[in-house]
Each structure stands twice: as C-alpha cells, then as structure tokens.
C-alpha cells in the first residue's frame, strides 16, 4: 500500500504578505500660488474728495440786453455746443425804448439848430458869448444821452445775439417769445476749457493742497481715470456744503457740465515695499505678507504704510530674494508647502 507524501500548510495570511509591497507614503498637501519679487520703492498718497464739473470762476459770461424787449429767436438748448460768432437768439427792443432814442435824436437835432442860431446872432452882436456857450453845452449833452443809449442797443430795433466765444451753452433763462427786463440775463454760455472739476475737501485737509499738484479725476458713472491738476484752493467754506472747494482742470471734452465725480489729488510720495494690494493679508492675525523659502510659505509682519486699489506702500523686513506670494496668500499658513506655476 502507498503512503502520500503530506506538504505542511502555510498561513494564507503569510502567503498573501508575501507578494504585496509596503504602501507608499501619501504626498504631503500644498497649495498653488503665483509669486512675484518684492522691491523697496515709492507712490503717490492720493487724497480723495468728490464733486461735479462745472465752469469755473471766470470761465462764463452772462448774455443780456439793456433795455426791455422781447425775444424773438432761440436757436440753442442748454448744453449746446456753440462756437465764436454763432447766431444763438435774436431780440426785439421795446417800441417804448425806441421811441425814447428817437426823442433823443430829435433833442439833438434841436439843439445843433439853436447852437448855430445863436453863432450867427453873435456875430450881429444880438447875442452873446455865453448864451453861444449855453447852446454848445446844450448839443454836447444831447450828444451824451444818444452815445449812452446806443451803447445800451436803444438804437437797434432788432439785436442777433451771437456766441462770444466757442463755448457750451448752461443756461437759458428765457423762452421764444417772453419780454424780459433791461439787464435780465438771458443766456449762460461756459468757455470751451472753462469747464472745471470743483471737489469738496474737509477743512482740516486743505493745508496739504497746493496749486500745481497732479491729480485725477473719475466719472461716478464709470470710465477711464482723466488726467488733471489743482489749478484753485478756496479759502472760504463753501455755505451749501461746508466744505473748501477745490478746482481740478482736466482735457477740453473730457467731462460734461453737471457730471458727477470723483476727485484724487497727489499730496505727497509715501516710501517702502512696494507689493500687490491682493498679497497683503489682515484677516486672522497681524498684517502680514507671505514670501516662498524651501517650498514653503514663510509669514513676514509687516504695517501698510499707504493702501492703494492694486499696489500697497508696506514697512518690515522681507527678503528681496524671496518671492512674494500674491495669489494664493490668503490660502496659506506658516509652513505650509506651496507650488507655483503648474507644479
């Protein structure tokens, strides 16, 4: 009889030891940022102030009659753009007003007669010098009245009131047809580059605005920044506001009279680290930027000297062979591995 040869079992535990690796370690978590040099350097300090464009202190002219009459003729709206000579309304002098200038015509003519009357009785010896100088006088003064009320237009039955110069109509403070009273200011026009941006500043900042110094100017309702400069500090306070009014200049045409603004002036250069605004970190702790050493997110404290939209003016120690985290700062901590790029 045969005898089977009996094999001694191993432990399936021990055979399935056998042919499975040691599991890798997992990778250590990082967080994907953008980085950029940090360097020393410096930027405007902008004070900021808002307000409206409006023709500045001596940049309109008031367009107005002497004498009672009635308008006639309109051929603008406010916020009409004019130029130099353009034909903007036409006006009818009074008849009362006319009338008046003809008496005075007719005074004069009077007088002129008298006076030659009186030269020729002189030389008959039936008058006198005085009463000749007595006439003089008389034509002279007649003379007077007719210049003053020919200067005041009495002697034009119909006036074309044209633009003085190219300019922006404001205001029109009579319509097609009204009669107006002698010196009633009928029409507003700005001059072209008369047209102002006027801030409002708190007194107690005034001090540090000075005529010359560069500044800029945005729409309320959206837009490009618009170069421009303080060209007028008031030293009174404006009764309506209680603020010091400022006038800001800026490119012809770049603002409308009435806009809406927003005025910065440049009142000084403020120096440090310049960085982006997005890089500096104020939640959770001090401020603090942070700078990539070894792979690793490094904290630096730091005090921001001056805030800007886009770039910060900060004070403290970093190091300007370091990258600077900027996207990304706000996801990290102390210590914590960073990648850059696609890594």
């Not at 009409?80 to 008496?103: H, K, M």
């Not at 009077?110 to 009785?121: C, E, I, P, S």
Request: with cysteine; aromatic share 2%.
């Amino acid at each position: 009889m045969r005898q089977l040869a009996l094999t001694p079992l191993v432990p399936m535990a021990l055979l399935a030891g056998c042919g499975t690796a040691t599991p890798a370690p997992a990778p250590t978590p990082s967080v994907a940022v953008t980085v950029e040099r940090v360097a020393q350097g410096s930027a405007p300090e902008w004070l900021t102030a808002y307000g409206s464009a409006a023709p500045s202190v001596d940049g309109t002219q008031n367009l107005s009659v002497q004498q009672p009459g009635q308008l006639t003729g309109l051929s603008i709206t406010p916020g009409t753009a004019v130029r130099g000579g353009q034909l903007l309304a036409v006006f009818a002098t009074a008849p009362s007003t006319i009338g008046t200038f003809q008496e005075a015509l007719t005074t004069l003519d009077a007088a002129r007669r008298q006076r030659d009357t009186m030269a020729q009785l002189l030389t008959q010896q039936l008058a006198t010098q005085d009463q000749l100088t007595q006439a003089e006088k008389a034509v002279g003064v007649a003379q007077a009245q007719i210049a003053a009320l020919r200067s005041e237009g009495a002697g034009q039955p119909v006036r074309r009131l044209v633009a003085p110069f190219d300019g922006v109509v404001t205001a029109v403070s009579a319509a097609q047809g009204d009669r107006t009273q002698p010196g009633a200011p009928l029409i507003t026009i700005a001059r072209t580059g008369g047209i102002v941006a006027t801030i409002g500043l708190d007194p107690a900042m005034v001090s540090r605005v000075q005529v010359g110094q560069p500044a800029r100017i945005t729409r309320l309702s959206g837009g490009p920044l618009i170069a421009g400069q303080v060209i007028r500090v008031d030293s009174v306070l404006n009764p309506r506001t209680r603020l010091i009014d400022v006038d800001l200049s800026f490119p012809v045409g770049a603002l409308l009279p009435n806009e809406a603004v927003r005025g910065e002036i440049a009142v000084g250069q403020v120096d440090g680290w310049l960085v982006p605004h997005r890089a500096v970190v104020t939640a959770g702790g001090p401020t603090r930027i942070f700078q990539v050493a070894g792979g690793k997110a490094h904290a630096v404290n730091v005090s921001v000297r001056l805030a800007g939209d886009t770039a910060d003016v900060v004070e403290g120690t970093p190091n300007p062979t370091l990258p600077l985290i900027v996207d990304g700062a706000y996801q990290v901590q102390e210590g914590d591995a960073v990648r850059t790029g696609g890594g």
